[in-house]
T-cell receptor
Framework: DAKTTQPPSMDCAEGRAANLPCNHS???????VYWYRQIHSQGPQYIIH???NNETNEMASLIITEDRKSSTLILPHATLRDTAVYYC??????????????FGKGTHLIIQP | GAVVSQHPSWVICKSGTSVKIECRSL??????MFWYRQFPKQSLMLMAT?????????EQGVEKDKFLINHASLTLSTLTVTSAHPEDSSFYIC???????????FGPGTRLTVL
């Protein structure tokens, strides 16, 4: 699996958009970009994933650059409950369930009141 | 998404004893379950892949005789930490997945403290 690089921590004001970057310069053509988050002392939570098109769901938006070497997760209106460690993971699509995930260190997003 | 439960949510045991952790998929049949371990201030590390009806596949460096995994049904996988020692104290998390789904769903985790 390709490696990812994320900033170790970020702050964002409550109510503002939180933009979390991820570099994955060695991503291959059949690898997807997945985002999960882990709130303190809980199991990770799936957020969103994409291949090359931008994606949006009820939680977030995912913007993938045209060359697919980087992506940005956008939480449009951050709340205090969005404080968590956010993990960007690239994974070959196998239905998602067939392989374990390789977690990096992630970005600790802190939402400030 | 899928609902995954773990039991117990936390456990404290004495060194040398064995502890069993259950992972249940509540609303769909999971052919594959995964077990992760997370030490304080570190990321999740995959320990093993558990396939229903067959032997688990362990990641390099994980002792299969110490961490016994049983996946006897499509809704239940168990992890038994045998002869636990203080260095086994960690947060153990399971996830479920099945081919054709596009993501994994994680349990809430089990905090193990070995005294």
């Amino acid at each position: 699996d390709a490696k990812t690089t994320q900033p170790p921590s970020m702050d964002c004001a409550e109510g503002r958009a939180a933009n979390l970057p991820c570099n994955h310069s060695t991503i291959s053509g059949n690898e997807y970009v997945y985002w999960y988050r882990q709130i303190h002392s809980q199991g990770p939570q799936y957020i969103i994933h994409g291949l090359k098109n931008n994606e949006t769901n009820e939680m977030a938006s995912l913007i993938i650059t045209e060359d697919r070497k980087s992506s940005t997760l956008i939480l449009p209106h951050a709340t205090l409950r969005d404080t968590a460690v956010y993990y960007c993971i690239v994974e070959m699509y196998s239905g998602g369930g067939a392989d374990g995930l390789t977690f990096g260190k992630g970005t600790h997003l802190i939402i400030q009141p | 998404g899928a609902v995954v439960s773990q039991h117990p949510s936390w456990v404290i045991c004495k060194s040398g004893t064995s502890v069993k952790i259950e992972c249940r998929s509540l609303d769909f049949q999971a052919t594959t379950m995964f077990w992760y371990r997370q030490f304080p201030k570190q990321s999740l590390m995959l320990m093993a892949t558990s396939n229903e009806g067959s032997k688990a596949t362990y990641e390099q460096g994980v002792e299969k005789d110490k961490f016994l995994i049983n996946h006897a049904s499509l809704t239940l996988s168990t992890l038994t930490v045998t002869s636990a020692h203080p260095e086994d104290s960690s947060f153990y998390i399971c996830s479920v997945g099945t081919s054709g789904r596009d993501t994994q769903y994680f349990g809430p985790g089990t905090r193990l403290t070995v005294l």
